[in-house]
């Protein structure tokens, strides 16, 4: 008998353990439980954390998963996931909850390629930056006609055209010169947003956010920026014009990584649409203003593209297996190609972390600078590049670095000061000291181990 039990007990566990999220249409008191399941399910590498709340004040809750959650460690980049900005396109919403959950139990089963995405990579998941607008939709649920209810937010704002326009500070600023990038927000930019805009905005720039994608659903193609397009005299509607920034050739791999990683969306042909290779450019598919893609590039660090997931927005429940299947691979190899190109410190002469500092690539017109903790991240292609870090007050340095297609290259940059004493410093904050850092190496450092066809509107 109690073999018998036994064999019942480990049919029990195995159940239980392999039990997915079930592929459900998941409303909001679900999906914050469906959380909160995932982060008791591991809870050592997971923490939820709110960002803000919708105008109707629902939370707007973030999974973060790493191996230190709550913790920036210093060279671990932070990559982040945004679904249902559309409350009506809800495919993102769910394969986000699908990921949290499938990201958790993997690295529970000794998966070694979840297990090092978890210790290299700090994930954030936001699965609804639109939480009140998915309550309207659901209500009206799948294959109902119209093909718009829940889009906006409560206040019937498009969130995607919501983010301030910096686009056209740039495009002058590509003519006449200027900053090429971190370019500031309005002084009253709060008054001008939404709340969920707000929120985000407010999350974008408290951490320093390399890589990431916003899902979206109603066509099926990876889009990446400018959504905004530089010709003026095209804007509008049906009105397109390639729009590259200078990171073109990577943002193209990027979108290209996801396509072809996707079960379909490299074929090209897809809700009666044609993309080559699954990917386009924003603005050369229709031009938008004030959408998050391009003002992830032109106010932080952060490379996003856009993502659209599904012909229908809101798929029918039996849907949904299919969708994750498809996109599964996708949404993995997508966060791995943060752990490319170059990353490292930059520092003063007595080992002080120097935020903010600038990193310029020659002959891409586009700097990141270096985080609060004085690291910083450089996604590039594979070559060789003359890389130049700068910081006010101190000697520029410039090296050649050779970046090869797999791991990110190490490039520290360690700086003396132009006139010794003369200007301030710009120290990372550290609790009130200064933190000297030592760069080691990772295993020292470680303690352990929508084309828009017009009857269907836009994406
Ligand atoms: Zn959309």
């Known amino acids: 008998m109690s073999e018998l039990l036994s064999v019942f007990l480990r049919l029990l566990l195995l159940f239980k353990v392999v039990t997915p999220v079930t592929f459900r249409h998941h409303r909001y008191d679900d999906l914050v439980r469906t959380l909160y399941k995932v982060r008791n399910e591991c809870p050592q590498i997971t923490r939820v954390y709110s960002i803000g709340r919708s ?23 932070e990559v982040k996931y945004v ?44 699965p609804s930056m ?20 829940g889009r906006n937010n409560a206040n019937g704002v498009d969130l995607n055209r919501n983010f301030p326009d ?14 090429n990038h971190h370019l500031p927000l309005p002084d009253n930019w709060k008054s001008q947003v939404e709340p969920e805009t707000q929120a985000v905005i407010q999350w974008m720039r408290s951490f320093n956010f390399v890589l990431s994608a916003n899902l979206h659903g109603g066509a099926v193609v990876a889009n990446y920026p400018y959504d905004k397009s530089i010709e003026h005299r095209v804007r509008g509607f049906r009105h397109t014009a390639n729009s590259p920034t200078p990171d073109d050739k990577l943002f193209q791999k990027l979108a290209k990584v996801y396509s072809y990683a996707h079960g379909w969306m490299h074929q090209g042909w897809n809700c009666g649409d044609y993309f080559p290779d699954g990917i386009t450019n924003g603005a050369s598919w229709y031009s ?25 927005k809101f798929p029918r429940q039996e849907e949904l297996q299919r969708e994750w299947l498809g996109n599964r691979e996708a949404l993995i190899q997508f966060l791995e190609q943060v752990h490319h190109g170059i990353k ?12 903010g500092a600038v990193i310029s690539v020659s002959g891409i017109n586009h700097d990141v600078t270096s985080g609060d ?24 340095e410039t090296v050649t670095v ?37 760069v080691q190496p990772r295993a020292a450092r470680k303690k352990k181990m929508e084309r828009k066809q017009p009857w269907r509107g836009p994406a």
Do not use: W
Not at 57 to 67: A, C, F, N, Q, W
Not at 373 to 396: C, E, I, S
Not at 403 to 419: C, D, K, M
């Open 55 to 77: 105008v109707q004040g629902r939370h707007l809750y973030v999974l973060e998963i790493s191996d230190y959650p709550g913790t920036h460690e210093l060279l671990e980049p």
């Open 83 to 126: 679904g249902n900005m559309h409350g009506n396109e809800v495919l993102g919403r769910e394969l986000l909850l699908q990921l949290s959950e499938f990201l958790c139990e993997e690295f529970r089963s000794g998966n070694q390629r979840v297990t090092r995405l978890v210790q290299d990579t700090r994930i954030h998941i936001l």
């Open 130 to 149: 639109n939480p009140d607008g998915y309550e309207v939709a659901a209500a009206q649920g799948p294959n109902v006609p119209g093909y718009l209810v």
């Open 166 to 179: 910096l686009n056209t500070y740039i495009y002058y600023n590509e003519k006449h010169g200027g900053p």
């Open 288 to 312: 938008l203003s004030k959408g998050m893609q391009d003002f992830n590039y032109l106010h932080t660090n952060c490379f996003e593209i856009t993502l659209e997931l599904s012909c229908n």
């Open 344 to 355: 490292g410190m930059v520092l003063d002469e007595n080992y002080n972390n120097l935020a």
């Open 373 to 396: 903790h004085g690291d910083y991240f450089r996604l590039l292609l594979p070559g060789t590049y003359t890389v130049t870090a700068t910081a006010p007050g101190f000697d520029p």
């Open 402 to 438: 050779t970046v090869g297609p797999a791991e990110p290259v190490l490039v520290n940059f360690q700086l003396t000061r132009s006139i010794p004493q003369a200007s301030p410093l710009r120290r990372a904050p550290s609790g009130g000291r200064k933190s000297k850092v030592k």
